[in-house]
């Protein structure tokens, strides 16, 4: 079965980095495009940036554009999100998602000011 197992969060200061990592399982990897997404306490989910199959094209949310960075390694079928310069308002539950809708259960950033 689909596995996606996110780990990497953590508690950091404003200004501070991580890299989320998701490591994935039970499916083709590198057929499927991938996507983060997070929910912040209280909210719905936020589409945060996706990559296609090969890595060859990403996209992102207008305010994370310049700070994170997504990328995947297909022969470690693993997919990444480096945060750098973070902010409180990126505090969330952030998951990796599978083109279909599967998802991981999550990992925890919060950004303290």
């Known amino acids: 079965q689909v596995q996606l197992v996110e780990s990497g969060g953590g508690l950091v200061q404003s200004g501070g980095s991580l890299r989320l990592s998701c490591a994935a399982s039970?499916?083709?990897?590198?057929?499927?495009?991938m996507k983060w997404v997070r929910q912040a306490p209280g909210k719905g989910l936020e589409w945060v940036s996706s990559i296609t199959t090969g890595g060859g094209a990403t996209s992102y949310l207008d305010s994370v554009k310049g700070r994170f960075t997504i990328s995947r390694d297909n022969a470690k079928n693993t997919l990444y999100l480096e945060m750098n310069n973070l902010k409180p308002e990126d505090t969330a539950v952030y998951y990796c998602e599978k083109d279909g809708g599967d998802r991981g259960q999550g990992t925890q950033v919060t950004v303290s000011s």
């Open positions: 039970g499916f083709p990897f590198g057929f499927y495009r």
